[in-house]
C-alpha cells in the first residue's frame, strides 16, 4: 500500500472539516461543483505569474469593497484569504511575482 501524500492528508483534513463546519470565506460549497475547488483548477492552468496577478486582483477587489457589499469582516477574511493563497503559492517557484 502506497503512503498518503501531503496533498492526500490534507485534502482528507479539508474534508472532514468543512463536513463539519461550513466556510463561506475559504472553501465555499458552490466552488467545489464537480470534484475540484476552483481556485485549484484555476492555479494548474496559469502560470505562476498569471496566478499571482489573479490572487492580488482578487484581493483588492475585496479590500475596495469592504463595507460596501457583505460583511466588512467577511470582505476583509476574503481578500487575506487571497493573499495567503498567492504567499503560498510562492514556494513553489523561485521566480519573483
Not at 503512503?3 to 468543512?18: C, G, L, T
Not at 475596495?64 to 504567499?87: C, F, N
Request: proline content about 6%; some cysteine.
Amino acid at each position: 500500500m502506497k503512503n498518503p501524500s501531503f496533498m492526500d492528508i490534507a485534502a482528507e483534513v479539508r474534508k472532514i472539516k468543512e463536513a463539519r463546519w461550513p466556510d463561506p470565506v475559504h472553501h465555499p460549497d458552490h466552488y467545489k461543483v464537480g470534484g475540484i475547488e476552483t481556485i485549484d483548477y484555476i492555479q494548474a492552468k496559469m502560470t505562476p505569474e498569471e496566478f499571482a496577478g489573479y490572487c492580488r486582483g482578487n484581493a483588492l477587489k475585496y479590500i475596495s469593497r469592504a463595507g460596501h457589499k457583505d460583511a466588512t469582516a467577511q470582505d476583509v477574511s476574503k481578500a487575506i484569504w487571497y493573499l495567503t493563497r498567492w504567499r503560498d503559492s510562492l514556494s513553489h517557484t523561485d521566480t519573483p511575482t
